[in-house]
């Protein structure tokens, strides 16, 4: 028998155990019933969508004259930690560029006329 056979026969054999599993089992309920929660809690993820529209393109069009040059310049503003491009698995030209800024990010002007808070 190896050693996790042992220790397994160790703890079947205990009459340790079951106080261990109940006071496992108290502060779980414990830490469940501590813990802060509410019912709809207000989380703010400052974020922006671009949609753009190129009728008539290819999808490979739409993805080279829309969507990269937008995920360019979102890149380039300060703050702005991630950048996704949905879409590009549709035939017609329309793309939607979103990016995201960093939570905690203070309210400042982002791109153009948007404005990107925290809250």
């Not at 703890?11 to 155990?17: E, N």
């Not at 993805?63 to 310049?73: F, G, K, S």
């Not at 879409?87 to 948007?114: F, H, I, M, P, Y």
């Amino acid at each position: 028998m190896g050693i996790a056979g042992r220790i397994a026969r160790a703890f079947i054999r205990s009459k340790l155990t079951p106080l261990l599993a109940l006071a496992s089992l108290g502060l779980g309920a414990l830490g469940i019933l501590a813990t802060p929660r509410e019912e709809e809690p207000q989380i703010s993820v400052p974020m922006i969508d671009v949609i753009s529209t190129l009728p008539g393109a290819s999808p490979r069009e739409a993805d080279n004259l829309l969507a990269r040059p937008i995920e360019q310049r979102m890149l380039e503003i300060p703050g702005v930690d991630h950048v996704l491009t949905l879409g590009r698995w549709l035939r017609d030209g329309n793309r939607t560029v979103q990016g995201r800024r960093r939570s905690g990010t203070k309210c400042d002007e982002g791109a153009g006329e948007a404005r990107w808070c925290d809250g």
